[in-house]
Every structure is written in C-alpha cells, then in structure tokens.
C-alpha cells in the first residue's frame, strides 16, 4: 500500500508532467519526421522549368504538347525529383561509378565557364609563341594517274605508262583505273592531299621534281603515276589565315590552366592518404 501511494504522489508531481509530456512531443516529432528540414522538402516547378518542358517535348515531337500531356510532363518532373531526393537521403549516388564521372565531368564543366574569349592581341601572342604550328604548308599543283593495288602492273608496264605520259602519246584519263579521286588538284595544301591521298602520299610529293611524270608513288589506295605542274613553298601565317585553329588552341589551354588552379584549390582543403605513399 505503501508503494501505491508513492506511485500517486509520483504521478501529480508537475515535473513528471512536464517530462512526459515532452517525451511525447519527441516521439511524435521522431515518427512524423517533423524535425526535417521543410527546404529540403519543397519542390518548386516555375515557368522556366516548364518552359524547358514545352521547348523538350516539341523538339522531339515537332509541335507543342496539350493540356494534358503537359500536366504529364510536370507530373513526370515532380516524381522524378522525389525519387532523386530521396536516393540522395539514401546514398544511392554513393559508390556509383557512372553518377560519380557525370558529377565529375559536370564540375569540370563548372569550372571551365570562366574561360572569357581571347583577344586579338593574345591570340597574336600565342601564335607567335607556337611559330612552327601555325606555318601554311606547302601546297602543290599536280596530276595523278591510279594504277591499281601494289604489284597489280609490273615495273616495265609502269615505266612505259610514264614514258606514254611524257612523250604526249597517251592521256591521263585512258591510263587510269576507275576510282573516286580527282586527275588534278590546284594550290592544294598537305593537308588536303592526305585527307584524299594518305600522308605515304603527301611525303613522296616533296622530292619530286616538277613537269614530269613519275612512279609508282604509292598512296593509301593502291600506286600511282605522279606530275607535279607546280610547288608552292609554305611560309609562315597570318592570325587570319589560322584565326579558328590559333582560337581553339588558346583556349584550351586556357581551361588547362584553369582547371588546375581550380582543383588545386579544392585539393588543399582535403587531407589526402594513399596506401604506399609517404
């Protein structure tokens, strides 16, 4: 009876009240989840998002979605952003190969957004500062004559070709096999030979003397008879004859440089261990 009593004195103490009442609330705080941060559980789909909806789906579609199918569409986001958030909760994006290099290739990104467009006094400075890179290359004027695969016409059939060819009593076009690439070029660089011809091709060119027909110079189709009519020696280029290349160039080592003082930034603010280094 004693310990009865004790209990009911217990019970009308107002700290106990109080104790209770408060281990209550923290239940229900704990199994509602309203502890959480209302931020992180707001979802927001405004007009450029919808937008975005709209110019995605008739792109693909090649007209404008209805009512309906954009109520779809934002239905579609709103679930996928639930579904995103919470895997992140989740740490589902943990230990992921493929979302750890798209998060990596969209923080290079970030980062390289900075890279502003160069002037012409800078791109003047780095082409001079990369003389032999930007140089015109030779470019020739010359004929050519397709004989076929390697070893498909003896030596002395194509001596006497080339004899025919000098000698005026035959023409380019009757002594050629049937393929796709031009009997003539003009002022056309290395370049652009190699791209037709294959750079074994483009590397005979350089010894050859003008006027004459010569072979078997072979290519990467098969073996040729060559005239060079005419060489034009490369000399060095102007910014506006390499404006895009010398462009190219400097920015990307721009993004280089950035990139690195961008990661080494972010690197001194870990503590980094690897396995057998000291």
Request: no cysteine; glycine share 8%; aromatic share 8%.
């Given at each position: 009876?004693?310990?009865?009593?004790?209990?009911?004195?217990?019970?009308?103490?107002?700290?106990?009240h109080?104790?209770?009442?408060?281990?209550?609330?923290?239940?229900?705080?704990?199994?509602?989840?309203?502890?959480?941060?209302?931020?992180?559980?707001?979802?927001?789909?405004?007009?450029?998002?919808?937008?975005?909806?709209?110019?995605?789906?008739?792109?693909?579609?090649?007209?404008?979605?209805?009512?309906?199918?954009?109520?779809?569409?934002?239905?579609?986001?709103i679930?996928?952003?639930?579904?995103?958030?919470?895997?992140?909760?989740?740490?589902?994006?943990?230990?992921?190969p493929?979302i750890?290099?798209?998060?990596?290739?969209?923080?290079?990104?970030?980062?390289?957004?900075?890279?502003?467009?160069?002037?012409?006094?800078?791109?003047?400075?780095?082409?001079?500062?990369?003389?032999g890179?930007?140089?015109?290359?030779?470019?020739?004027?010359?004929?050519?004559?397709?004989?076929?695969?390697?070893?498909?016409?003896?030596?002395?059939?194509?001596?006497a070709?080339?004899?025919?060819?000098?000698?005026?009593s035959?023409?380019?076009?009757?002594?050629?096999?049937?393929?796709?690439?031009?009997?003539?070029?003009?002022?056309?660089?290395?370049?652009?030979?190699?791209?037709?011809?294959?750079?074994?091709?483009?590397?005979?060119?350089?010894?050859?003397k003008?006027?004459?027909?010569?072979?078997?110079?072979?290519?990467?189709?098969?073996?040729?008879?060559?005239k060079?009519?005419?060489?034009?020696?490369?000399?060095?280029?102007a910014?506006?004859?390499?404006?895009?290349?010398?462009?190219?160039?400097?920015?990307?080592?721009?993004?280089?440089?950035?990139?690195?003082?961008?990661?080494?930034?972010?690197?001194?603010?870990y503590?980094?261990?690897?396995?057998?280094?000291?």
């Open positions: 009876m004693a310990e009865t009593s004790w209990l009911k004195r217990l019970l009308k103490e107002p700290l106990v109080f104790l209770g009442g408060a281990l209550l609330v923290f239940a229900f705080f704990w199994a509602t989840g309203t502890n959480r941060d209302p931020t992180d559980y707001t979802i927001n789909i405004d007009r450029s998002d919808i937008e975005r909806l709209q110019a995605n789906w008739t792109q693909n579609f090649r007209r404008p979605p209805s009512a309906e199918e954009l109520n779809g569409l934002v239905d579609q986001e679930t996928e952003e639930i579904y995103y958030r919470e895997a992140l909760r989740l740490g589902l994006d943990r230990g992921d493929v750890r290099r798209r998060l990596f290739t969209k923080m290079r990104f970030l980062g390289n957004q900075e890279v502003n467009d160069p002037t012409n006094a800078e791109l003047q400075k780095w082409m001079e500062g990369n003389p890179k930007y140089a015109l290359s030779s470019a020739y004027d010359l004929q050519q004559v397709y004989l076929g695969q390697i070893g498909a016409m003896a030596e002395t059939d194509i001596a070709a080339a004899e025919q060819l000098n000698n005026g035959a023409k380019p076009a009757n002594l050629s096999e049937p393929i796709s690439l031009p009997l003539a070029l003009k002022a056309a660089g290395t370049q652009a030979i190699a791209r037709q011809f294959g750079e074994r091709f483009v590397q005979a060119l350089a010894p050859l003008t006027g004459k027909w010569v072979g078997p110079i072979p290519s990467g189709f098969g073996q040729h008879l060559v060079v009519d005419k060489r034009i020696p490369g000399k060095p280029a910014l506006e004859d390499v404006r895009q290349a010398v462009t190219n160039d400097w920015r990307a080592a721009q993004t280089a440089d950035q990139e690195k003082k961008s990661l080494d930034n972010l690197r001194s603010q503590e980094i261990r690897v396995a057998g280094r000291e």
